[in-house]
């Protein structure tokens, strides 16, 4: 991974482009003049679409960011996985954590829509949609541009530009942290964004389903 580098000028142009259309959302959203999740998927979706096309302008096609159509499958039973053994990892934990007399479901927080089809758009966009947009600018430019300073700089960095992108809480964002750091790690171990992909929209499912 470490030969395959993303320029600065991929990551400027990349980044130049979600802050004017997250941007957009933002002000859009604010006057109540539409439906603020699915301008949020329509954005998701675009922001994906614009990168993936910057990437092929500029850098050596998708490769570049782990996402060649020849690894797509592979990456999936991969993501598979890892999901598995995150999962158990959580459900050990969660166990451990209800036998100490500590609820872990209290981690979890989400905002869901009062109607069902609005759900059901929530679980599309949050839990596919996003995932995957997240996936191409986080670990395919971000984590892709830190990592020629190393692996704890590109884990540390790409997390903490992951926790930031996400709305602050009361507490300690756990679930962005936890989940930068395992996306970054599998997109290291395995050389293929599909892998991190694979992962984020299967534990974003299952948080949603959980919250």
Do not use: C
């Amino acid at each position: 991974m470490e030969a395959d580098r993303i320029e600065i000028k991929t990551v400027l142009i990349s980044v130049a482009v979600v802050a004017v259309i997250e941007s957009a959302v933002g002000i859009a959203a604010s006057t109540g003049l539409y439906f603020s999740i699915f301008l949020l998927g329509a954005a998701r979706l675009f922001e994906a679409v614009l990168i993936v096309l910057i990437v092929l302008n500029r850098e050596r096609g998708l490769s570049s960011i782990g996402l060649a159509t020849s690894g797509i499958f592979s990456g999936l039973k991969r993501g598979l996985v890892w999901s598995a053994g995150f999962g158990t990892i959580v459900l050990l934990v969660s166990a451990a954590l209800f036998a100490a007399g500590i609820n872990p479901l209290t981690l979890i927080h989400a905002r869901f829509p009062a109607g069902q089809s609005e759900i059901i758009l929530f679980f599309l966009i949050g839990g596919m949609i996003s995932p995957v947009a997240e996936e191409i600018f986080f670990r395919g430019i971000i984590y892709r541009f830190f990592r020629r300073w190393g692996v704890f700089a590109a884990v540390a960095l790409s997390t903490l530009a992951f926790v930031l992108a996400h709305p602050a809480g009361s507490g300690f964002p756990l679930p962005q942290v936890t989940g930068g750091i395992l996306f970054a790690v599998a997109y290291e171990k395995e050389g293929n964004l599909t892998v991190p992909i694979t992962i984020h929209i299967l534990g974003n499912i299952a948080m949603f389903s959980l919250a």
